[in-house]
Nanobody, 127 residues
Framework: QVQLAESGGGLVQAGGSLRLSCVAS????????MGWFRQAPGKEREFVSA????????YYSDSVKGRFTISRENRKNTVDLQMNSLKPEDTAVYYC????????????????????WGQGTQVTVSS
């Protein structure tokens, strides 16, 4: 069992920045590829970004590419999401999740491939 806890959400004006952090505990989280998803009210959960277990490979949705940066520090079992140039459409609850170790990281945008999820952190961007 892996426990994930997100932090760093909040209210920010358009054009501002936030840094989300996800801490894994319970099992060696460093062995997992990790992902960030978000869900806005009335919408489906949406892929945001993913990172391989060693940090060598990163992936982004088109909507956040060039504005968001994912990183990880395995010594601390953390995965961060630096969000810059935020837009009102980035408003959502953001979740981190662990990618199933059974499969190669080629379906990183599919939430069904993720085993464990955090409770989420709210990000609100005002116009």
């Amino acid at each position: 069992q892996v426990q994930l806890a997100e932090s760093g959400g909040g209210l920010v004006q358009a054009g501002g920045s936030l840094r989300l952090s996800c801490v894994a505990s319970g099992r060696p989280g460093t062995l997992y590829a990790m992902g960030w998803f978000r869900q806005a009210p009335g919408k489906e959960r949406e892929f945001v970004s993913a990172i391989s277990w060693n940090g060598d490979n990163t992936y982004y949705s088109d909507s956040v590419k060039g504005r968001f940066t994912i990183s990880r520090e395995n010594r601390k079992n953390t995965v961060d999401l630096q969000m810059n140039s935020l837009k009102p459409e980035d408003t959502a609850v953001y979740y981190c999740a662990t990618y199933s170790p059974t499969y190669p990281l080629d379906r990183y945008s599919d939430p069904a491939m993720y085993d464990y999820w955090g409770q989420g952190t709210q990000v609100t961007v005002s116009s």
